[in-house]
């Protein structure tokens, strides 16, 4: 008789299309007002808007992760929070929480005593190494307990090479189609919103409007030519239709972001929705697949930082390959055959005055014959010339 499969051995049977999601429900107050410093808090961190329910009084707003499981613990104590979030980068969440902090205090202040009714956020544990070298630190609202951590490099992985999520002192450009704006002003509004979290000020955004989604790469291409940005956020909105233009216009905006992209070296995030229905684009625009705008804005950020670590693109042999002694060099070689060019000059004249005066002495009557001669060329050199 064999051994059952263990659960956690690879080749263990499961209905992969089965499972789509879990959510694990916590009451934080009494009315949707309540919820409003947590979700807050969530959408900083990048958490997107989930399905939504209201029904007699009572409110749920889904946060959604891009990926999620179920931890199982054997410890003789119960964890001290109620859910972990890895992020990739815990300090860079870590300063974003700070920053928020100050906009997230209680509305009610919690005086009833009821479950839920202290609907404030606050840090609970400082972030810190654990002895398993993940960063961790700890957040509370509304009595909830979160934890957002990185995990440690595991043994033999090599780090790679990897952006925070820092837009201080980095000036973006953004892209806005006009048409299908009610789509496209959502997008736009994410995009801002995930500059501005990352650190960005609003005299480092800019905003530049366009007809439709055919004229974005043009204009994109003219910022980054600038030098004056450090990432463009490409944002419109297509529609599938009857005809063969949205397939034309898709290829070509991404054809073309990603040819504008390439040349000028600037990062061009790609916030372009190419949906087949309406409401797969509403979707895409803050509702149940999360914002892709506010996606963009975070791609331009990482994108923007990662350039600054990246090697630098080597320029052609002459120039950078010598250094700055290779100019310098130069210079002194023009120096040296502009100073030599007059003594070889004056010893030439010297010489051939020599010579005239040799020939003057030894053959009067050819140096004569000879001046005649020279003073004819001379005469036609300088007509010719004229």
């Known amino acids: 008789m064999g051994h059952p499969v263990e659960p956690w051995a690879p080749d263990f049977p499961y209905n992969k299309y089965m499972i789509r ?48 499981g179920v931890e199982l613990i054997a410890a003789p104590d119960a964890p001290p929070v109620d859910a972990t979030v890895e992020v990739a980068d815990a300090d860079a969440a870590y300063e974003i929480v700070k920053k928020l902090l100050p906009n997230l205090s209680p509305k009610d202040g919690g005086k009833d005593g ?48 990897e952006a925070r999520l820092d837009a201080r002192g980095k000036r973006f450009a953004l892209v806005v189609s006009r048409f299908n704006s009610f789509i496209t002003e959502r997008l736009l509004d994410g995009a801002l919103q995930a ?20 004229e974005i790469p043009t204009a994109s291409r003219q910022l980054a030519e600038s030098g004056k940005y450090h990432g463009i956020v490409c944002i419109g909105c297509l529609l599938r239709g009857g005809t063969l233009h949205y397939e034309v216009i898709a290829n070509e905006v991404t054809r073309g972001v990603g040819q504008s992209a390439q040349e000028t070296g600037v990062p061009h995030a790609f916030g372009v929705l190419t949906c087949d229905t309406l409401e797969q684009a509403i979707d895409r625009a803050g509702l149940k697949a999360g914002n892709k ?56 004249l010297k010489e051939s005055a020599s010579a005239q005066d040799d020939n003057h002495q030894g053959a009067p009557e050819a140096g004569a014959s000879a001046q005649d001669d020279k003073s004819e060329n001379a005469t036609i050199t300088t007509d010719g010339s004229r």
């Not at 500059?195 to 055919?214: N, W």
């Open 114 to 161: 009821a479950p839920g009714s202290d609907n404030s956020v606050k840090i609970h544990h400082e972030i810190h190494d654990t002895p398993y070298g993940a960063r961790m630190f700890t957040v509370e609202a509304g009595g909830l307990r979160i934890a957002f951590l990185t995990y440690a490099k595991k043994g033999g992985e090599t780090k790679g090479m």
């Open 293 to 348: 705008g506010f996606e963009a804005g975070l791609a331009a950020v990482e994108m923007a930082s990662l350039r600054e670590k990246m090697p630098k693109k080597r320029s052609s042999r002459g120039k950078q390959k010598a250094g700055p002694s290779t100019p310098l060099r130069s210079a002194q070689d023009d120096k040296s055959k502009k100073e030599s060019a007059p003594v070889q000059d004056d010893k030439s």
């Open 21 to 68: 999601s879990i959510v694990f429900p916590r009451v934080l107050g009494r009315s949707l007002d309540d919820l409003q410093p947590a979700l807050e808090l969530f959408r900083a961190l990048g958490f997107a808007p989930g399905n939504e329910w209201h029904e007699s009084g009572s409110h749920g707003v889904e946060m959604l992760a891009p990926t999620g």
């Open 195 to 214: 500059l501005r979290q990352c650190g960005a000020k609003a005299e480092d955004m800019t905003i530049v409007h366009v007809p439709g989604a055919f």
